[in-house]
């Protein structure tokens, strides 16, 4: 899902030659592109939205908008390759139980308190998810600094991006979501990847969002199957909800998936015992074909 630091890297040099205009402009670029060329902790992260806010104003809209999105990578860099994990895991006994974010009364008078500022100021937050603290980026916090500078798609993916990550599709292995609420999900990922096929940092996330939430449209989780483990029966919320979506939109490629997706069902009579292994592994095999398919189509 994620670019490496090498090829934000190379994009921000490719800015710096492509999109160039002025001697300020130049001068922003390059000190830009040193500063995420710097190893990821929270202080240069900090250092870099400083940077940031003083002066992406003083770029044109497209290279503002490769700007953002290269430090969104870089903060989507750091959360992977996090070495302040132990950090971030004892912020937990500073979370507010109610909002399940950290208290900022309780924090500032820890040790903690210029990890925890240098991250916010970055425009990174800290969830509790499953009982753990983990770092997500900001994306509300990234419109709210930089909406204004960004380009209109950019735009929709983050605040895409701050509606999964509010109200999470999963959790704890169970649907957190409505049949129809995941559909929708998925075609706006589709939608994404049809309308902006030649924007790579919106693709490469789009794709993921996409692939990732068609696997649980085909084959439901852990906790919350598309047969029922007792019955072995497909889930009839999900069937209508899929017969209703393939109506309303009949030219997407979630449309076809879906069709394709019916056949199989009709053709095991809309049942399926997980325990039987050849059953089994043709539906999983079928769900990865669908998938597969899928990514193909919607890039064409």
Not at 45 to 67: K, P, R, W, Y
Request: charged share 25%; with cysteine; glycine share 4%.
């Amino acid at each position: 899902m994620f670019r490496t630091a090498a090829i934000v890297f190379i994009s921000l040099m490719l800015i710096f030659f492509t999109f160039g205009c002025g001697t300020d402009q130049e001068k922003i670029l390059t000190d830009f592109t040193d500063l995420l060329s710097d190893k990821a902790t929270a202080e240069n992260i900090h250092t870099i939205a400083d940077f940031l806010d003083e002066n992406i104003a003083e770029v044109d809209g497209e290279t503002a908008t490769q700007m953002i999105s290269a430090y969104r990578e870089y903060l989507l860099n750091y959360i992977i390759q996090n070495e302040d994990k132990m950090t971030v895991q004892e912020l937990s006994v500073y979370f507010d139980e109610e909002s399940g974010l950290i208290d900022t009364e309780k924090i500032q008078n820890s040790e903690f308190k210029d990890y925890y500022e240098h991250i916010k100021a970055g425009c990174l937050m800290v969830l509790m998810r499953e009982g753990t603290p983990v770092l997500k980026v900001d994306h509300n916090k990234l419109l709210e600094k930089y909406g204004d500078y960004i380009s209109e798609p950019t735009k929709a993916l983050y605040q895409f991006e701050a509606e999964l990550t509010e109200k999470p599709t999963s959790q704890n292995a169970t649907l957190a979501v409505g049949w129809d609420e995941l559909l929708e999900r998925t075609f706006i990922a589709e939608k994404l990847l049809r309308d902006y096929p030649e924007e790579e940092h919106i693709t490469a996330d789009a794709m993921w969002i996409y692939t990732s939430h068609l696997n649980t449209l085909l084959m439901g989780t852990t906790n919350t199957p598309i047969f029922d483990y007792a019955t072995k029966e497909f889930s009839e919320p999900a069937k209508t909800a899929y017969q209703n979506f393939m109506l309303s939109e009949p030219d997407a490629v979630l449309t076809w998936v879906l069709k394709e997706y019916f056949t199989y069902l009709n053709s095991i009579d809309y049942t399926l015992d997980f325990n039987d292994s050849t059953m089994s592994k043709v539906f999983f095999d079928t769900c990865d074909w669908l998938v597969s398919e899928a990514e193909k189509r919607v890039r064409e």
